[in-house]
Structure formats: structure tokens, C-alpha cells
């Protein structure tokens, strides 16, 4: 069941590497939430009851309800459906993304060989999608889709506490809560400023800091 | 005693919120103000002080407190002048007073924090929390500036928590993220796991603390500011992010991995001076150079702790020396924006024929700023030259000398070229009855530069603080 979840994890990150869909990002982050609450569910053994409690209405509330809604508005209020065109196509994307994952995948192998406390399928699913989330940053050009993989790239660093041997403190999943809550909310007040400003929020139009 | 750091801006912030009068607001920002920062000097005198196992005020913490409350006692004096120049609504006024108030809350809560994952709350927390400064203006350059300065380091943090997720697998399970006990558990943390944390935690809070190449953000979130927020971002906001990187380095001494900490941070050091220089030389608009200085100085610093022994006393003291100085400098560039009305070097041009005062505080900014004596930049420098080629780094050494230079260059022709000729533009004096509030702050600033390195109690502080270190 675990590894079906990590799999369903794992293949968002890949349809999101070939989808234009901006709605799409959104939906993909509420199935990341959903996997995440079914991930810590799993869990409920081998942590406290309060810790799991916790983190479980982390995971149901926020990233699978309060988040993609927060996203979707922020879509809807800046009528930004689609990606802009890039220099690298879906096929390129999706290309990088696999590679991205078997280098995850090999560094968990080579990691779990050494240290046999960690979590190999956790650990490599976690690791690419970290370093897919940073790809999507880099590669796409609205403001929209940098916030939906910042998420993504929150959602990655979630499940690779998860798959450490050392619990986080409830102090840290607090603190990451307010990061990701207060961050997604000024991000969604600026872009509605860069959307006013500008007509459009692609990252081309903030180049003209330059030197 | 160390809650009341927190209790007073925060009772102050949400009684400025709640009361309707103007000038009882102002009477409560100077009254909390003036009380946070006799405070904080206070805590600083008999550090070490805990409140809760969270919350520790060490000997190197109280270095920087100090310094955050000189560099912001300055600034609130500042800002007296500043607010009488600038025509704010009443709202706008309540929020830049309580933003003033709430960021050294942020900054303390840094500096004293005992755990690594709180240290990373409050470091996201100063982010957030610098951001409306940035935007105050409301231009277009502004909302580039804020947006690129919010997201990149936001994905900063969010890498120097993978950081902390790999070092508590580093620790194991018997092991905790306080940095007391980082420090002295050191030896039994796994190799492996220290050093790919240790990398994280770099890029993140090497982000934060502007070290190249992350630092994209710096120079224009650090010119589009207005000059007081300028000079809490370049003076106090980088070295609480540095500070993290100097707790990290201890814990990386004492598992016997200095030579990865010591490599990245020379590596990083070395690019960010090389980048500062030579953005610095071809500079149009003075804000800018400063901020690309503040890359140059973080650069020197991360060399210092990379290398280790007498440099650490120099990179504490470089530490000490910047804050107050590029903050002084960064007041100073405030009165020429509102003398000038341009941040473009072409346009400031006549200064010490036209505003005497505001061209001499310049000079001396950029005097102290560039390591001539009696900087404490300076003797920084010195001792860290001299540590380089006693170690056998000689390349490195000849190299950062002739950057250096090249910095003094840059930044002298600039200088040169603003203070003297004629101004073309439309200029406008400061009012005679506000000129106490803009002038003062700098040039105290200075004087306490001057005092880092000659005044007995302050330099044996500093040296405390990197023998502590050095141990």
C-alpha cells in the first residue's frame, strides 16, 4: 500500500512534467496531500499518537484542502490557465524529469547501502521530487507555476522527514506550516500585484533590474 | 529577562495598532524602542542568560544583539527624519512603525535561538517579515525586487530545511538539533550524513546571508528599499543569517569535518568577492554598488571562517566593522536620495560644494567601507592576508589582495566623481529643524566603527567571542 502511494507521489511530478495545464499543478497538489495524509497515516504505529495527530491534520487540511483551494483561487483571480510556451518542450520536460528520478533513485540505493536507517523508496521518491520542483522553477515561466512547485518542492522536503529514522520535532511541522502558509499567501498578494502591474505574470516582465 | 525582549515590541506593536492618536503612537515606538535597545546592551553585559531550553543568549549571540541594537537604534533615530520627509498616511506610518518594531523581534528570536530547527522558523520569519520594507515605494523596480527577494530565498530556506531533515538523520535517534549539544556530540555523527547537511545548510542560509552564487536577490532588494531598511537588511539581516553559518562551522570543527566547511565557504567566499568586484566597478547607480559591496564583505567573511585560526578574530571583527559601517553608509546614500531625488551616480554629482555635511559623512563611508585606517576593516583584512599566507595559501592571498584593491579602485572612482563637478540636477536641502535626525545616525555609526577596534573592552570581546570558537 505504501509503495503504491510513493508511486502515485511519484508520478504526479511526471504529469506535471508534461502537462501545460496550470488547473492541472493544482490538482496534482491535492493528490501530493492526499498521498501524504495516507503516507502518515500509515505511520500511526511507529509514532506518537500526538505527533501523528498532528501531522495528519497538517497534511488533510492544509496541503490536500487549504492549499490547492488558496492555488485555484490564485489561478482563477489572475486568469492563468495555461503555461506559457518555453524553450524546452513537454518531450524535453519529461525527458529531464526521468533522468531527474533515476538519479534520485540511485542516490537512495548507493545512501541505504551505507546507512540501513533510512527509508530507500522515501528517501528517492523524496529526492527527486525536490529536484523535479527546482527543474519546473527553472524552466517555466509563469509566476503561478514557481508557487505550485515551491509547494511541490515542500511537499518533497515533508516526505523526506518522513523517511529519516529521527522523528521532527512538533515545533519544526509547526514552524514549516507557517513557512509554507504566510509564504503561499504573500506570494498570492504579489502576484495579484504583478498581474495589475504588468497584465501578464510571466517572468520576463521582472527583468528590468539588471547590472 | 530575555522574554522581555520579545514582551516590549510586541505590546508596543499592538498598542500602535489600537491607538487612535498620532503622537501618543509616536511617544509609544521612541519609549519601546529606546527600552529594547538599552535592553538588549544590558543582556549583552552578562550574557550567557536562557529563558526556556529554546531560548539562549551565548557569548557569540551577544555579539550580534549588540550590533542589532546599535545598527537599529540608529536607524529608529533615522527614521524620525526620514518620516517627516516622506508624505505617508497615518496607515502607512502605523505599518512602517510597527514593521520597525517587529523585525529586531524576528532578529532576536534568531540570534538567541538554541535549536537549529528554531533558528530556521525565525530566519523564514526576518524574510516575510523584510518584505513590505522592500515594496514601501510601490514602483515597478520595487515589485521586481520584492518578488525575486521573497522567492529566492524562500527556496533558500526551504533547501537549508532539507539541511535539517539530513543533519537530524546525522545525529540519529538518541541525538538532538540543539546546538549545544551539536557541538559537543560532534565525533559520534555519521560523516556522510554531516556533509551533504552541511551543503544544504550552506545554500540555504549562504542564500540569506547574500554569499554568490545565490545572491541574485541582494542587489536589487537592497537598492529598491528605502535607506532605512537598507541598512537593516545590509547591517543586521545578512549577519543573522551568517550567524547560523558560524554555529554550523563549530559543529563541523568538531566532527572532524572542517575541511568540507572550510572548502565550500572559501569556494562561495571567493566567487562572491570576484562577483562584488567586478559588478561594483562598472556600477550606475550608487545603492547598487553598496549592495554589491555588502556581496564583497559577506565574501570575506565566509574566506575567514573557511580559514580558520587567527581569522576567525578577524572574521568576527569584519562582522562588527560592516554592520555599523554599511549601515552608516546606507543612511548616508538617504540623504543624498532626498537631496538628489536620483540613485544614478551621474546625477549626484557636487556634493561637497553643495551639501558639505552629506559629502564628508560620504567620504567617510567610503574610507572606513574600503579598509583604509582607522577602519577596523582594516586590520580584518590584515589579520586575514597575513593568516592566508601563513597557512601556505599564497594564490588565494595574492588573489584577494588584488581584488581588494580593485574594490578601492571601483569604489573610489565612484566616490570621487560624486562629490566633486556640478550638480545638474534639481536639488532640494534638507529642513534645518530634521537635519539632527538624518545626520547623527550615521555619523555615530562611524565613530563606533572606529571604537571596534581600538576601544580595549569592545576588541576583547570580539576576541572572546573567536576564541570561544577557535577552542
Redesign the interface.
Same mark, same amino acid.
Given at each position: 500500500m505504501e509503495l503504491l502511494i510513493l508511486i502515485i507521489f511519484a508520478i504526479t511530478m511526471l504529469y506535471v512534467s508534461i502537462t501545460m495545464r496550470i488547473e492541472t499543478y493544482v490538482h496534482m497538489l491535492f493528490l501530493q496531500g492526499i498521498s501524504l495524509s495516507f503516507l502518515v497515516a500509515l505511520r500511526l504505529s511507529s509514532l506518537s499518537i500526538f505527533s501523528t495527530s498532528f501531522l495528519l491534520t497538517e497534511t488533510l487540511i492544509f496541503k490536500t484542502i487549504l492549499v490547492p483551494w488558496i492555488m485555484m483561487k490564485m489561478v482563477h483571480e489572475n486568469a492563468a490557465l495555461r503555461e506559457l510556451s518555453s524553450k524546452l518542450s513537454s518531450f524535453y520536460c519529461a525527458v529531464i524529469t526521468t533522468i531527474i528520478f533515476i538519479f534520485g533513485f540511485g542516490m537512495a540505493h548507493w545512501?541505504s547501502g551505507?546507512?540501513n536507517?533510512?527509508r530507500p523508496l522515501y528517501f528517492g521518491v523524496s529526492l527527486s521530487v525536490?529536484m523535479s520542483a527546482?527543474f519546473f522553477?527553472v524552466t517555466r515561466r509563469m509566476?503561478v507555476t514557481?508557487v505550485a512547485a515551491?509547494v511541490m $518542492?515542500?511537499n518533497g522536503?515533508f516526505l +523526506?522527514?518522513l523517511s &529519516?529514522?529521527?522523528e521532527?520535532?512538533l $515545533?519544526?511541522n509547526l514552524?514549516?506550516l +507557517?513557512?509554507i502558509f &504566510?509564504?503561499l499567501f504573500?506570494?498570492g498578494i504579489?502576484i495579484t500585484?504583478?498581474k495589475s502591474?504588468f497584465d501578464e505574470i510571466d517572468i520576463d516582465k521582472?527583468?528590468?533590474?539588471k547590472? | 529577562m530575555l522574554a522581555i525582549l520579545f514582551f516590549i515590541p510586541v505590546t508596543a506593536v499592538t498598542l500602535i495598532m489600537i491607538v487612535k492618536s498620532v503622537h501618543i503612537r509616536r511617544i509609544i515606538f521612541c519609549v519601546a524602542a529606546f527600552l529594547f535597545s538599552v535592553l538588549a546592551l544590558m543582556l549583552c553585559a552578562v550574557a550567557p542568560i536562557s529563558a526556556t531550553k529554546y531560548f539562549i543568549l551565548d557569548k557569540t549571540g551577544s555579539l550580534f544583539l549588540a550590533l542589532l541594537a546599535i545598527v537599529w537604534s540608529a536607524v529608529v533615530v533615522y527614521s524620525k527624519g526620514f518620516l517627516a520627509s516622506e508624505i505617508l498616511s497615518v496607515r502607512k506610518e502605523q505599518l512602517y512603525c510597527s514593521l520597525l518594531l517587529l523585525f529586531p523581534v524576528a532578529m532576536t528570536g534568531v540570534i538567541t535561538s538554541a535549536h537549529l530547527g528554531l533558528f530556521w522558523v525565525f530566519v523564514q520569519i526576518t524574510t516575510l517579515l523584510s518584505v513590505p520594507f522592500i515594496y514601501m515605494d510601490k514602483k515597478i523596480s520595487a515589485l521586481e525586487a520584492t518578488w525575486k527577494y521573497l522567492f529566492i530565498c524562500s527556496v533558500g530556506i526551504a533547501l537549508a530545511f532539507v539541511g535539517v531533515v539530513l543533519l537530524s538523520q546525522a545525529i540519529g535517534v538518541n541525538g538532538s538539533l540543539f546546538f549545544a549539544d551539536m557541538g559537543s556530540n560532534a565525533k559520534l555523527f555519521s560523516p556522510m550524513w554531516i556533509g551533504f547537511s552541511f551543503v544544504f545548510l550552506m545554500v540555504g542560509f549562504g542564500t540569506k546571508s547574500g554569499l554568490a552564487p545565490m545572491h541574485a536577490w541582494l542587489p536589487d532588494a537592497h537598492s529598491e528599499a528605502p535607506a532605512p531598511a537598507s541598512a537593516m537588511l545590509s547591517g543586521m539581516m545578512l549577519n543573522t543569517a551568517l550567524l547560523g553559518i558560524v554555529r554550523l562551522v563549530i559543529m563541523m570543527n568538531n566532527a572532524d569535518a572542517g575541511k568540507i566547511s572550510s572548502a565550500l565557504l572559501t569556494v562561495s567566499g571567493m566567487l562572491s568577492v570576484i562577483i562584488g568586484a567586478l559588478f561594483m566597478l562598472k556600477n550606475t547607480n550608487y545603492k547598487r554598488m553598496l549592495a554589491y559591496s555588502s556581496i564583497e564583505n559577506m565574501g570575506i567573511i565566509a574566506i575567514c571562517l573557511g580559514t580558520g585560526g587567527a581569522a576567525y578574530y578577524a572574521a568576527f571583527l569584519h562582522i562588527a566593522g560592516h554592520a555599523v559601517i554599511k549601515a552608516a553608509f546606507f543612511l548616508t546614500s538617504g540623504i543624498l536620495y532626498q537631496q538628489f531625488h536620483s540613485k544614478q551616480i551621474d546625477d549626484t554629482r557636487g556634493l561637497i560644494s553643495r551639501f558639505p555635511g552629506a559629502g564628508w559623512l560620504w567620504i567617510s563611508c567610503f574610507i572606513m567601507l574600503s579598509g583604509l585606517p582607522p577602519s577596523p576593516l582594516f586590520f580584518s583584512k590584515l589579520i586575514l592576508i597575513k593568516t592566508l599566507f601563513g597557512q601556505g595559501h599564497y594564490m588565494l592571498a595574492s588573489a584577494l589582495l588584488c581584488i581588494i584593491l580593485l574594490v578601492i579602485y571601483g569604489m573610489g572612482k565612484t566616490v570621487l566623481n560624486m562629490i566633486c563637478g556640478e550638480a545638474e540636477t534639481v536639488l532640494s536641502n534638507i529642513p534645518q529643524h530634521t537635519r539632527f535626525f538624518w545626520y547623527t545616525p550615521p555619523a555615530a555609526l562611524l565613530t563606533f566603527a572606529v571604537l571596534c577596534w581600538c576601544y580595549p573592552s569592545i576588541t576583547g570581546f570580539i576576541r572572546g567571542v573567536a576564541e570561544r570558537m577557535a577552542q
Amino acid at each position: 500500500m505504501e509503495l503504491l502511494i510513493l508511486i502515485i507521489f511519484a508520478i504526479t511530478m511526471l504529469y506535471v512534467s508534461i502537462t501545460m495545464r496550470i488547473e492541472t499543478y493544482v490538482h496534482m497538489l491535492f493528490l501530493q496531500g492526499i498521498s501524504l495524509s495516507f503516507l502518515v497515516a500509515l505511520r500511526l504505529s511507529s509514532l506518537s499518537i500526538f505527533s501523528t495527530s498532528f501531522l495528519l491534520t497538517e497534511t488533510l487540511i492544509f496541503k490536500t484542502i487549504l492549499v490547492p483551494w488558496i492555488m485555484m483561487k490564485m489561478v482563477h483571480e489572475n486568469a492563468a490557465l495555461r503555461e506559457l510556451s518555453s524553450k524546452l518542450s513537454s518531450f524535453y520536460c519529461a525527458v529531464i524529469t526521468t533522468i531527474i528520478f533515476i538519479f534520485g533513485f540511485g542516490m537512495a540505493h548507493w545512501a541505504s547501502g551505507i546507512d540501513n536507517t533510512i527509508r530507500p523508496l522515501y528517501f528517492g521518491v523524496s529526492l527527486s521530487v525536490i529536484m523535479s520542483a527546482l527543474f519546473f522553477i527553472v524552466t517555466r515561466r509563469m509566476l503561478v507555476t514557481h508557487v505550485a512547485a515551491y509547494v511541490m $518542492l515542500e511537499n518533497g522536503i515533508f516526505l +523526506l522527514s518522513l523517511s &529519516v529514522s529521527q522523528e521532527m520535532p512538533l $515545533l519544526i511541522n509547526l514552524g514549516v506550516l +507557517l513557512d509554507i502558509f &504566510v509564504a503561499l499567501f504573500i506570494f498570492g498578494i504579489f502576484i495579484t500585484h504583478i498581474k495589475s502591474t504588468f497584465d501578464e505574470i510571466d517572468i520576463d516582465k521582472l527583468t528590468t533590474l539588471k547590472g | 529577562m530575555l522574554a522581555i525582549l520579545f514582551f516590549i515590541p510586541v505590546t508596543a506593536v499592538t498598542l500602535i495598532m489600537i491607538v487612535k492618536s498620532v503622537h501618543i503612537r509616536r511617544i509609544i515606538f521612541c519609549v519601546a524602542a529606546f527600552l529594547f535597545s538599552v535592553l538588549a546592551l544590558m543582556l549583552c553585559a552578562v550574557a550567557p542568560i536562557s529563558a526556556t531550553k529554546y531560548f539562549i543568549l551565548d557569548k557569540t549571540g551577544s555579539l550580534f544583539l549588540a550590533l542589532l541594537a546599535i545598527v537599529w537604534s540608529a536607524v529608529v533615530v533615522y527614521s524620525k527624519g526620514f518620516l517627516a520627509s516622506e508624505i505617508l498616511s497615518v496607515r502607512k506610518e502605523q505599518l512602517y512603525c510597527s514593521l520597525l518594531l517587529l523585525f529586531p523581534v524576528a532578529m532576536t528570536g534568531v540570534i538567541t535561538s538554541a535549536h537549529l530547527g528554531l533558528f530556521w522558523v525565525f530566519v523564514q520569519i526576518t524574510t516575510l517579515l523584510s518584505v513590505p520594507f522592500i515594496y514601501m515605494d510601490k514602483k515597478i523596480s520595487a515589485l521586481e525586487a520584492t518578488w525575486k527577494y521573497l522567492f529566492i530565498c524562500s527556496v533558500g530556506i526551504a533547501l537549508a530545511f532539507v539541511g535539517v531533515v539530513l543533519l537530524s538523520q546525522a545525529i540519529g535517534v538518541n541525538g538532538s538539533l540543539f546546538f549545544a549539544d551539536m557541538g559537543s556530540n560532534a565525533k559520534l555523527f555519521s560523516p556522510m550524513w554531516i556533509g551533504f547537511s552541511f551543503v544544504f545548510l550552506m545554500v540555504g542560509f549562504g542564500t540569506k546571508s547574500g554569499l554568490a552564487p545565490m545572491h541574485a536577490w541582494l542587489p536589487d532588494a537592497h537598492s529598491e528599499a528605502p535607506a532605512p531598511a537598507s541598512a537593516m537588511l545590509s547591517g543586521m539581516m545578512l549577519n543573522t543569517a551568517l550567524l547560523g553559518i558560524v554555529r554550523l562551522v563549530i559543529m563541523m570543527n568538531n566532527a572532524d569535518a572542517g575541511k568540507i566547511s572550510s572548502a565550500l565557504l572559501t569556494v562561495s567566499g571567493m566567487l562572491s568577492v570576484i562577483i562584488g568586484a567586478l559588478f561594483m566597478l562598472k556600477n550606475t547607480n550608487y545603492k547598487r554598488m553598496l549592495a554589491y559591496s555588502s556581496i564583497e564583505n559577506m565574501g570575506i567573511i565566509a574566506i575567514c571562517l573557511g580559514t580558520g585560526g587567527a581569522a576567525y578574530y578577524a572574521a568576527f571583527l569584519h562582522i562588527a566593522g560592516h554592520a555599523v559601517i554599511k549601515a552608516a553608509f546606507f543612511l548616508t546614500s538617504g540623504i543624498l536620495y532626498q537631496q538628489f531625488h536620483s540613485k544614478q551616480i551621474d546625477d549626484t554629482r557636487g556634493l561637497i560644494s553643495r551639501f558639505p555635511g552629506a559629502g564628508w559623512l560620504w567620504i567617510s563611508c567610503f574610507i572606513m567601507l574600503s579598509g583604509l585606517p582607522p577602519s577596523p576593516l582594516f586590520f580584518s583584512k590584515l589579520i586575514l592576508i597575513k593568516t592566508l599566507f601563513g597557512q601556505g595559501h599564497y594564490m588565494l592571498a595574492s588573489a584577494l589582495l588584488c581584488i581588494i584593491l580593485l574594490v578601492i579602485y571601483g569604489m573610489g572612482k565612484t566616490v570621487l566623481n560624486m562629490i566633486c563637478g556640478e550638480a545638474e540636477t534639481v536639488l532640494s536641502n534638507i529642513p534645518q529643524h530634521t537635519r539632527f535626525f538624518w545626520y547623527t545616525p550615521p555619523a555615530a555609526l562611524l565613530t563606533f566603527a572606529v571604537l571596534c577596534w581600538c576601544y580595549p573592552s569592545i576588541t576583547g570581546f570580539i576576541r572572546g567571542v573567536a576564541e570561544r570558537m577557535a577552542q
